[in-house]
């Protein structure tokens, strides 16, 4: 069975650029979650999408946007990158099932702005 | 809101060594407590969860208790190997339709 998979796995962009990141969840997955694991503050949590719709969002301002396909692979926006974007964002898929479920994590694209 | 606090690392220790990496939480109503890991070159994995209140996760020699009293999930395990170094992650969540919420991270180095 295949992990959830990330796209790229690294992008350089350069200040004020847009980045596109993608993610496929495992099969069977309705939730998709992005998180961002910046040097020295752990992972925050981003974006989580489930059947096509945002259902909660993180404290991060409206350019990092995203949106979950029919085929419930997901996509991160970007706009107007900042150097402070420089991080690893993390995708995750689940089965939404109860507060408990497990979250099954893909390798990460590594952004970085110049 | 929900948070998650864990101890600054790194924490270096050498095998065989006991550990305990601490985890506090502050969150409305009964969250469910997790620790993930995650190993160089690798994505993040569940390492164990409880889900109430006394609930004893374990995994891999790796254990964690759920205590309200102290909002602690603090995680232990008796003699730690080279292979245990990784980066540990403290989490919960709490209400359905809220998010998982991680602490920071603590960096384990454990050499022979």
């Known amino acids: 069975e295949a992990g959830v998979t990330q796209s790229p796995t690294h992008l350089i962009k350069t200040r004020g650029q847009q980045a596109t990141l993608r993610c496929s969840p495992i099969s069977g997955h309705t939730s998709v979650y992005w998180y961002q694991q910046a040097l020295g503050l752990g992972l925050q949590f981003l974006l989580w999408?489930?059947?096509?719709?945002?259902?909660n969002r993180g404290n991060f301002p409206p350019r990092f946007s995203g949106r979950q396909f029919p085929n419930y692979s997901s996509e991160l926006n970007v706009n107007a990158l900042e150097l402070e974007d420089s991080a690893l964002y993390l995708c995750?898929?689940?089965?939404?099932?109860?507060?408990?479920?497990?979250?099954?994590f893909g390798s990460g694209t590594q952004l970085s702005v110049l | 809101g929900d948070s998650v606090t864990q101890m600054e690392g790194p924490v270096t220790l050498s095998e065989e060594a006991f550990l305990t990496i601490n985890c506090t939480y502050t969150a409305t109503g009964y969250p469910s407590l997790f620790w993930y890991v995650q190993y160089p070159g690798e994505g993040l994995q569940l390492l164990l969860k409880a889900t109430k209140a006394d609930d004893k996760g374990s995994n891999k020699g790796f254990e964690a208790t759920y205590r309200k009293e102290t909002t602690s999930f603090h995680l232990e395990k008796g003699s730690v190997q080279v292979s245990d170094s990784a980066v540990y992650f403290c989490?919960?969540?709490?209400?359905?339709?809220?998010?998982?919420?991680f602490g920071k991270g603590t960096t384990l180095s454990v050499s022979s």
């Open positions: 999408y489930d059947e096509g719709e945002e259902r």
């Open positions: 989490a919960l969540r709490g209400q359905a339709g809220t998010a998982l919420i």
């Open positions: 995750a898929s689940s089965v939404l099932k109860t507060t408990n479920e497990k979250l099954f």
